[in-house]
């Protein structure tokens, strides 16, 4: 346990607040909790915020994709976002064997289908086809890693 005084060093919490909690120990715990909760909430933040930029790059650069202001592709940043968290594990469930038998070359084929998806779930952003879908998700993926570098690790 730490003593009080160390506790105390928490931003954000007032030192009355941390007396209100009867042990150091809990009041640790909370401080922690607090911490990476602001953490990670910022680190989302700025994930998406550099995604929509990737996003916006990407369709000034390719001419099947298109984008109608900054907002639509934070709009297609935050929806990429859920698609990638919800739908593609099922995807990559149910296609394993394909996944398999192609050494993982048809991942590239389920990024295309989640761009797919996000074209139809957000209006003002197009893909003009599955190719251009392919060649998007792969150049999506080289400017989020070299972008999402700058954050350091996760």
Known sequence: MLPLQ???KCNKISFLQIQKIKTPEISRRFCIFQKLSNYNSMNFILRIL?????????AKLLPGVVVEDYLTAVIVAFVLAILNLLVKPILVIFTLPVTILTLGLFLLVINAVIILLADAFVTGFGVSGFFMALIFSLLLSL????????????
Do not use: E, P, R, Y
């Open 50 to 58: 550099l995604t929509a930029l990737a996003v916006v790059i990407l």
């Open 143 to 154: 400017f989020q890693s070299l972008l999402f570098s700058i954050l350091g690790k996760d």
């Open 6 to 8: 160390q506790v105390t």
